[in-house]
């Protein structure tokens, strides 16, 4: 991996790992809670994706300095918070820039191993939102991608975009800097103006629900 995209990578488990910090602050965790949720935000989609693309070991354990970053962004969140109130938007928006970063990074990633794009697509998506949803699943939360959120959709255009962009062999700096704005502005624009996706509802359903059977058969 080359410094720019290795420091991207370290910039997206830092920001991952804050978040998840943040969201074990809010369900009063102690500080080992802290640092298991934010290291599982920061790192389980990466982790995710090295084993689907069978690479062994893992990047976390083939190289430490993701696990300093993760103690060290999530201890320091815990001591930060403490003393400062900290605005639930700084944690979706410091979400958006995690997404986007490890977008990048998942596809990277799985094209140097597959040379496949569609692989590579999903490989992104994976690794940008499979450690948010530990995070809420841990925190008790209903997943981002689960809640109407532009969020996984956000992903899918940047890793969409990289692509493109790739198959065109277009400049890469120009690729990774557009990809990554693509998915960060989604994402920004989808948080500022409350946007989110149609939901899927039978032409009967008129409270969002649907019919539901009956037990005993018909009364």
């Known amino acids: 991996m080359d410094p720019f995209i290795h420091i991207l990578d370290l910039v997206g488990t830092g920001v991952f790992a804050i978040t998840g910090a943040l969201a074990a602050g809010r369900k009063r965790m102690d500080i080992f809670g802290v640092v298991v949720l934010g290291g599982v935000t920061a ?3 990466g982790t995710l994706r090295d084993v689907i693309l069978g690479i062994r070991p893992v990047f976390w354990i083939s190289r430490t300095d993701y696990l300093v ?3 060290i962004a999530a201890i320091g969140t815990y001591l930060l918070a403490r003393r400062w109130r900290l605005p639930a938007i700084g944690l979706m928006y410091m979400d958006a820039v995690g ?3 490890f977008t ?3 596809f990277r990633t799985g094209f140097h191993v597959t040379h496949q794009y569609s692989i590579a697509i999903v490989m992104g998506v994976i690794t940008g939102v499979f450690g948010g949803i530990i995070r809420d699943v841990l925190s008790a939360e209903v997943p981002l991608i689960f809640r109407r959120e532009i969020y996984a ?3 899918l255009c940047g890793a969409a975009f990289l692509a493109l962009s790739s198959y065109l062999q277009l400049p890469r700096s120009f690729s990774v800097s557009v990809a990554l704005l693509t998915t960060l502005a989604i994402r920004i624009t989808a948080l500022h103006w409350n946007l989110a996706l149609p939901i899927f509802r039978l032409k009967d359903d008129k409270d969002g629900r649907g019919d539901e059977p ?3 058969g018909d009364a």
């Open 104 to 106: 990048i990074i998942g």
């Open 153 to 155: 959709s956000a992903s």
């Open 43 to 45: 790192l389980g989609g």
């Open 214 to 216: 009956k037990a005993g």
């Open 69 to 71: 970053v993760v103690a």
């Open 99 to 101: 997404l986007a970063v």
